[in-house]
Nanobody, 125 residues
């Protein structure tokens, strides 16, 4: 599986961005997808996840109500709509695929077998 993340950029605080992650190499509708981020000097952290069917989602508390994860199985793409961005959202954002999902595993980084290359989001205050 190959994952290609895009959509990052520079945005002012309060603004919006939509990240995309295009997958190839395996039937997209059979695995969970997640977004993680890593800010400078910090560990990578979970942002949002979505189940293979799209019927279940999970979010980090820090982004609940501001970010929305969705997927389009026909396009083999997962999206992260980010609204009301804050300076602390500045990070490299990574998409990841979990081929063997577990109910408690959506937010666990080690659950994910494949990772995209990351896209940089910079929020200016």
């Amino acid at each position: 599986v190959q994952l290609q993340a895009s959509g990052g950029g520079l945005v002012q605080a309060g603004g919006s961005l939509r990240l995309s992650c295009a997958a190839s190499g395996r039937t997209f509708s059979t695995y969970d997808m997640g977004w993680f981020r890593q800010a400078p000097g910090k560990e990578r952290e979970f942002v949002a996840g979505i189940s293979w069917s799209g019927g279940r989602t999970d979010y980090a508390d820090s982004v609940k109500g501001r970010f929305t994860i969705s997927k389009d199985n026909a396009k083999s793409t997962v999206y992260l709509q980010m609204n009301s961005l804050k300076a602390e959202d500045t990070a490299v954002y990574y998409c990841a695929a979990d081929f063997f999902p577990s109910p408690e595993g959506m937010g666990v980084m080690t659950e994910y077998e494949y990772w995209g290359q990351g896209t940089l989001v910079t929020v200016s205050s």
